[in-house]
Structure formats: C-alpha cells, structure tokens
C-alpha cells in the first residue's frame, strides 16, 4: 500500500543552524511534491511545491529536493530561527489522486 | 482577498447526533477538499468536490457525506456521531484541485468534539 514516512515526529536544533526534515515514500509515483507548514491550532500554510521532473527548488531560506530514484524529499530550512518552530508537512499527489500527507514533523528552534 | 473561510470554530456533539460544518472557499476557487486531522492519524483526505460533483473520495464510512453547491461552497455531514469522530476537520480550497499540480489553501478548521 501507498506509504508516506517524515523521517522523525520531532526535531530540535539551535538557532542558526540549517534544519533538515525528511520524507520518504513508498509505492507511489508522485507528480508533485509540496511541503506545508502547520502552527498549534491553525490550518496548514503552503510553503513550496516541487514537480517530478525538477531536482531543488529555493525560497529564501527554504530547500527543496526531489529524488524519484531514493523516492525521497529534502527540506531545508537555512539559519534556523524560533518564529521557524512549528510542524512541517510533505504532501504527494499524482494523476488525478487527492493531495495525500505525511504525519508531519514537529520542529524546535531553540534560541 | 479573502482566506478560506470555514464554520462553525468550535462545537461539541454527543454520541449518535449529526453534524455539518460549512466551508467557503476562495473566491474563483473550483475544487474544495476535506481533511480529518487527530494526533494518532496525521491529516486524512475525506473527499474533494470539483463544480458540483466529487471527484475523489478517501476511505471512510458512509456517515461521512458532502456535497457542493454552485458557488463552490461545501458542506460535510456527520451522521450518528462516534467519539473516535472528534478531530479537527479541515477544508481546503485550489483553482482546479490538487491533481493538477495546484496549491491547496487550507481554512483554520472546525474542532469538532463528540462527548
């Protein structure tokens, strides 16, 4: 069955360093990859979207890689700050499916 | 322009009542989709509506129901409420709809607590 794994449920580091959440992925064949960031109690926000065919992709402090082959996802968050603590979300869709997520990981800037 | 808007925040139901929750999507938006969101689960698709009619359907039981209605508002309806039914219940709304590669714009949820 079609499996989507965020590498861990929580994630701390200290401020200025570069966070790096995973997500893995099995038995799917994904057109599009997108991550989301969710805070306590809020509806999850769109940060980035990555398409099969693109390796990385930048927005400000944000990194994004897509590797089909390892069926893996790299989120990168450069310069770590506290405001950045919050839940992060990978998302797959392919063909005509329904956006389906992760579990999310919770990440913890600490000051 | 205006957020996804959904209603009501809040609400408590007891064991076996119904509920429906109200979403209105972004203004222009076509495709609006529904999330169950507990801890243990992470976010699960419901289904999702496009013009009117539901184009895909995620796996759960028949109590679970939606439509949509020509200005692209939706209503989901949960019928003889369980307590494992408590969540938050997300609505989410996109041009076309996720399987055409567009974002989904989620709304803040209603919290739905069945006691």
């Known amino acids: 069955s079609q499996k989507i794994e965020q590498n861990s449920e929580a994630l701390n580091i200290q401020e200025g360093k570069t966070a790096t959440l995973t997500c893995n992925y099995t038995n799917y064949s994904p057109a599009y990859l997108q991550w989301y960031r969710q805070d306590p109690g809020r509806g999850p926000v769109f940060l980035l979207l990555i398409r099969e065919n693109e390796k990385e992709k930048r927005k400000e402090r944000l990194k994004v890689t897509f590797d089909t082959t390892l069926k893996q996802s790299l989120f990168h968050i450069t310069a770590s700050q506290p405001a950045d603590s919050a839940t992060y979300l990978c998302?797959?869709?392919?063909?005509?499916?329904?956006?389906?997520f992760g579990k999310g990981t919770r990440l913890s800037v600490i000051a | 322009k205006a957020g996804v808007t959904q209603t009501p925040r809040y609400l408590i139901k007891t064991r076996g009542q119904q509920v429906t929750l109200s979403c209105s999507p972004i203004s222009g938006h076509r495709s609006v989709s529904w999330y169950q969101q507990t801890p243990g689960q992470g976010l699960q698709f419901l289904f999702e509506?496009?013009?009117?009619?539901?184009?895909n359907k995620g796996n759960f039981p028949g109590r679970f129901s939606g439509r949509q209605f020509s200005n692209s508002r939706s209503e989901m309806n949960v019928s003889t409420l369980e307590l494992g039914d408590s969540a938050l219940y997300l609505c989410?709304?996109?041009?076309?709809?996720?399987?055409?590669?567009?974002?989904?714009?989620f709304g803040e949820g209603s919290w739905l607590t069945v006691v």
């Open positions: 509506y496009f013009s009117e009619t539901q184009r």
């Open positions: 989410a709304s996109s041009p076309r709809g996720p399987s055409s590669g567009n974002t989904i714009y």
């Open positions: 998302a797959l869709s392919s063909g005509n499916t329904p956006l389906v």
